[in-house]
Nanobody, 118 residues
Framework: QGQPVESGGGLVQAGGSLRLSCVIR???????????RGWYRQAPGKERELVAS???????IYADSVKGRFTISRDNARKTVYLQMNSLKPEDTGVYYC?????????WGQGTQVTVSS
């Protein structure tokens, strides 16, 4: 149904910004728009957690820890999901993964590292 490929991670100082991109390869537009698209992250020694997601109806969910700082969006024509991250904190450090698809039928990207220095 599609393979997510992330980009845009890097090293940034606290208070800075990054924008992550996730292009869903090998997906047709109707599939892209009808599936859940989300960003998750995993910090060292911790479980993977939801950061933000947008479903087929356009409903958006954010983790409490990123509300007001992160924004998820999508470009249907490009079959791409973005995560704009502002006011970054050291605790935002981790590997960020893009998820595509509904429960039980999802696919994951390889992840992109985000490191926020204090």
């Amino acid at each position: 149904q599609g393979q997510p490929v992330e980009s845009g991670g890097g090293l940034v100082q606290a208070g800075g910004s990054l924008r992550l991109s996730c292009v869903i390869r090998r997906s047709i537009l109707s599939v892209f728009t009808s599936r859940l698209r989300g960003w998750y992250r995993q910090a060292p020694g911790k479980e993977r957690e939801l950061v933000a997601s947008i479903d087929s109806g356009g409903d958006i969910i954010y983790a409490d820890s990123v509300k007001g700082r992160f924004t998820i969006s999508r470009d249907n024509a490009r079959k791409t999901v973005y995560l704009q991250m502002n006011s970054l904190k050291p605790e935002d450090t981790g590997v960020y993964y893009c998820r595509f698809g509904n429960d039980g039928n999802e696919s994951w990207g390889q992840g992109t590292q985000v490191t926020v220095s204090s």
